[in-house]
């Protein structure tokens, strides 16, 4: 944060500089400093949670362990604070290409889940968490690989902000990958369950694959309705995460 400060003030006295008209300055400087502050506020709930991540684990990790990665931007925050901890672990794997592209540039190297025998902690966000801990997940489109990853650990630790604290899932559009050859089918299918199927426009999972985003599904029983969405065919696997919970959920303190 005081990096970024310094970067601003810097830019606000390379304005001046231009003698430009003072109007003009006052008005752009506004812009440029409510645009920090938004982000500044905006970001501070998942540098908490993402350190207290860090805390969960840090003393935990060994140099023979891998762990898994999620997808997001809390978890890019995750990210930023586990490069300082590279050293007492092996290597992650990831649940996306945009995560193992971060990780990468951090030093920290990335396995195919095909080469490693297990995972010790798998660390995610979600779209929302009910008083249950089941999830709605697929926000970033990654949550098929999210869940197989997920699956592989022995530790899922989902971070998060208070924001997306639910009593019951389903006010956050339910993301359901599909085959592009099936998505006609599948959005008959899912209308016929009361639900409101919406293509995500210009997305592609990394599978290559479609994200049909759903509301007005009953999610009041999240194994059945994952289950039953599952058995769709053409469905590649939906946003819900309630038999793969996760065992513990971190939450912002600000």
């Given amino acids: 944060t005081s990096y970024t400060l310094a970067s601003l003030m810097s830019f606000m006295y390379f304005l001046e500089c231009l003698k430009l008209p003072v109007l003009f300055i006052f008005s752009l400087n506004a812009i440029v400093l409510l645009n920090f502050l938004y982000y500044t506020f905006m970001s501070a709930p998942k540098i908490n949670v993402a350190k207290q991540a860090i805390s969960y684990i840090s003393n935990k990790l060994t140099p023979s362990m891998v762990i898994g990665i999620g997808t997001g931007s809390t978890v890019n925050y995750f990210i930023e604070e586990l490069a300082s901890y590279s050293h007492l672990f092996q290597g992650a794997v990831s649940s996306?290409?945009?995560?193992?592209?971060?990780?990468?540039?951090?030093?920290?190297?990335?396995?195919?889940?095909?080469?490693?025998?297990?995972?010790?902690?798998?660390?995610?966000?979600?779209?929302?968490?009910?008083?249950?801990?089941?999830?709605?997940?697929?926000?970033?489109?990654?949550?098929?690989?999210?869940?197989?990853?997920?699956?592989?650990?022995?530790?899922f630790i989902c971070i998060v902000d208070k924001s997306k604290m639910v009593q019951t899932l389903?006010?956050?559009?339910?993301?359901?990958?599909?085959?592009?050859?099936?998505?006609?089918?599948?959005?008959?299918?899912?209308?016929?369950?009361?639900?409101?199927?919406?293509?995500?426009?210009?997305?592609?999972?990394?599978?290559?694959?479609?994200?049909?985003?759903?509301?007005?599904?009953?999610?009041s029983?999240?194994?059945?309705?994952?289950?039953?969405?599952?058995?769709?065919?053409?469905?590649?696997?939906?946003?819900?995460?309630?038999?793969?919970?996760?065992?513990?959920?971190?939450?912002?303190?600000?």
């Fill in 96 to 155: 996306s290409d945009a995560s193992s592209e971060i990780l990468e540039s951090k030093g920290i190297h990335v396995y195919d889940l095909n080469d490693v025998n297990g995972i010790e902690f798998y660390i995610d966000g979600a779209d929302e968490v009910d008083s249950e801990n089941n999830l709605i997940k697929g926000g970033g489109a990654a949550h098929t690989r999210e869940k197989i990853v997920a699956s592989a650990a022995r530790d």
């Fill in 221 to 254: 029983s999240p194994k059945e309705m994952e289950s039953k969405l599952n058995s769709i065919a053409g469905v590649v696997d939906n946003g819900i995460f309630a038999f793969q919970r996760p065992s513990v959920v971190l939450v912002s303190e600000v």
């Fill in 170 to 219: 389903g006010e956050f559009p339910l993301p359901i990958e599909v085959i592009p050859q099936a998505r006609s089918l599948v959005a008959r299918r899912i209308v016929s369950l009361g639900g409101t199927p919406e293509l995500r426009v210009g997305v592609k999972t990394d599978q290559g694959n479609e994200i049909l985003d759903v509301k007005n599904l009953n999610l």
